[in-house]
C-alpha cells in the first residue's frame, strides 16, 4: 500500500492539502516531513502518540520524518485549542523538557541524521531580526484572514495576547526554514493545526515556488467523550515516574468497548487483518482485545520486560480481589439471562441510594466492574461471569460488593 493509504486505513487522515499529490509524492521519492512538539511538559503523554505512530508509519515506508522541539515556539504560545494564554516557561525548563522528550520519541522513531532527525526550532527562531522578519514574512500575512481562523475567534472572546497572534507566523516560518535547511516538503499535525499549516504551505510556497503539502490528524476523543489519554486523574504521561507501567497497562486494558478496533488501528503496528480479526470478538471475548492493545502498546512506551510485569501485577490484583471476603448480592439466573443492568445492580445491592445515583455513579466514571471502568450507562452484568465467585462491583474506593449468580 502507498504510505498515504496506509495512514488512510488506520484512521489517521482528517485533512489534506493534496491528496493526490501527496500520494505520488510518497510513492516516487523519499519525503522529508515534519511534526512540531511544544515542550510545555517533562514529558509526553498519549495525546502526543497519534502523530509519532503516523510519523512511524511513514519512516516504516521508507520517509525521513524530522521531530520539530519547539524551543523557540514554547516561548510564545499556541493559542490553538487553549482558553487562556500559557504559562511562560525560563530557558532552562524548555531545555530541560526538549530533552526528555526526545529520549520518549526515540522509542518509536530513528532520529540518527539519515533516517530521521529532531531539531529545535530555538536554533533559528531566537535568532531572528524583528524587523527584517516581519518585513520579509509578515507582509504575506492577512490580519482579517487570521481573525477569521477558528483558533483566534474563540480566543478574541476572552482575551489573545499579541504575543500568541504572532505564533501562526512563527510556525510557518518553520516549515518554510525546514524546507531550505531540509527539504521537508510535508508538514503534518493535529487538525486544529490546520489553519497554522496552511499558512505554512501558503509562505513557502509564495518564498520558495516549492510545491509543499499539509495533513491533519483527527482530534482522538473515546466513545465517552473525553479527549484522548485523559482520565479523572489527570494525563497518561509516558513517563513511568509520572505514569507507571502498571497504570500505563491498565489504561488501555480498560478502555471502552467501542473503541478497541479504532484504538488498535491508531496506536498499534499490528496488520490491519490481525486487528479485523480482534475487531470481531464481542462481549466477555472483547477482553482479549484490549489486552493484546495494553500489551502492544505498553512494550512501545516502557518495554517487554515492563509490560510482562505490568500484566502479572494485573493478574494478581484480580486474584486477590477475587478472595476477598466481600458481602454479596444474588441475582436469579433469570434475570441475568434476561440482561441485568449495572445500574440495577448498583441499587438492587445498595451501592447506590436509587437508580438515579447510580446513573450519575457511572456518568462520572466512578463505577468499575472487575476492576474495569464503566462508561456505558445501559451496560449490563454478563450472565457467566456472576457464576461461580461471581464479579465484583465497584462504587468509589469504599462501596464494593460481589455479585453472584444464585
Not at 518509536?108 to 532527525?117: A, E, S
Not at 527584517?132 to 481562523?149: K, Q
Request: hydrophobic letters at 40%.
Amino acid at each position: 500500500m502507498n504510505p498515504l493509504d496506509v495512514l488512510k486505513a488506520r484512521g489517521f487522515v482528517q485533512q489534506c492539502t493534496g491528496e493526490e499529490a501527496v500520494r505520488e509524492a510518497l510513492s516516487s521519492s523519499t519525503v522529508t516531513y515534519y511534526v512540531g512538539f511544544d515542550p510545555t511538559a517533562d514529558s509526553l503523554h498519549v495525546g502526543h502518540l497519534l502523530p509519532i505512530m503516523a510519523m512511524a508509519h511513514l519512516q516504516r515506508g521508507g520517509h525521513r520524518p524530522i521531530a520539530v522541539v519547539g524551543g523557540g515556539t514554547a516561548s510564545v504560545g499556541d493559542p490553538s485549542g487553549k482558553t487562556e494564554m500559557r504559562k511562560m516557561l525560563s530557558r532552562a525548563d524548555i531545555d530541560a523538557n526538549a530533552l526528555a522528550m526526545k529520549a520518549q520519541i526515540e522509542r518509536f522513531l530513528v532520529l540518527d541524521g539519515d533516517k530521521g532527525l529532531m531539531v529545535n526550532n530555538a536554533d533559528w527562531l531566537l535568532e531572528l531580526n524583528y524587523i527584517g522578519f516581519l518585513r520579509e514574512i509578515g507582509r504575506h500575512f492577512s490580519v482579517n484572514r487570521m481573525l477569521a481562523a477558528e483558533a483566534y475567534k474563540q480566543r478574541l472572546e476572552r482575551g489573545l495576547s499579541f504575543i500568541e497572534f504572532n505564533y501562526q507566523l512563527l510556525q510557518a516560518y518553520d516549515f518554510l526554514e525546514l524546507f531550505r535547511r531540509n527539504g521537508c516538503t510535508l508538514q503534518m499535525g493535529g487538525d486544529d493545526q490546520w489553519g497554522n499549516i496552511l499558512a505554512g504551505t501558503d509562505l513557502t510556497r509564495r518564498m520558495e515556488q516549492a510545491e509543499v503539502h499539509g495533513l491533519t490528524f483527527p482530534l482522538i476523543t473515546t466513545a465517552d467523550g473525553k479527549k484522548m489519554g485523559k482520565t479523572e486523574g489527570g494525563a497518561v504521561w509516558l513517563d513511568p515516574s509520572k505514569t507507571s507501567p502498571f497504570d500505563y497497562f491498565q489504561y488501555w486494558l480498560n478502555v471502552d468497548d467501542r473503541d478497541v478496533g479504532r484504538l488498535l488501528k491508531l496506536y498499534t503496528f499490528l496488520p490491519l487483518d490481525r486487528i479485523a480479526e480482534l475487531e470481531k470478538l464481542a462481549g466477555p471475548d472483547i477482553r482479549e482485545a484490549k489486552r493484546v492493545l495494553a500489551r502492544e502498546q505498553t512494550t512501545l512506551v516502557h518495554g517487554a520486560e515492563a509490560c510482562a510485569s505490568a500484566e502479572a501485577a494485573g493478574h494478581a490484583m484480580v486474584e486477590a480481589r477475587a478472595s476477598e471476603d466481600l458481602a454479596t448480592h444474588a441475582v436469579s439466573a433469570e434475570d441475568l439471562a434476561a440482561g441485568y443492568g449495572v445500574i440495577a445492580a448498583l441499587a438492587d445491592s445498595g451501592l447506590c441510594k436509587s437508580r438515579g445515583e447510580a446513573r450519575r455513579a457511572i456518568q462520572g466514571g466512578g463505577v468499575r466492574l472487575d476492576n474495569e471502568k464503566v462508561s456505558d450507562i445501559e451496560a449490563l452484568i454478563p450472565a457467566d461471569a456472576a457464576a461461580g465467585d461471581g464479579v465484583v462491583l465497584r462504587f468509589g474506593k469504599k462501596r464494593v460488593v460481589r455479585i453472584i449468580a444464585g
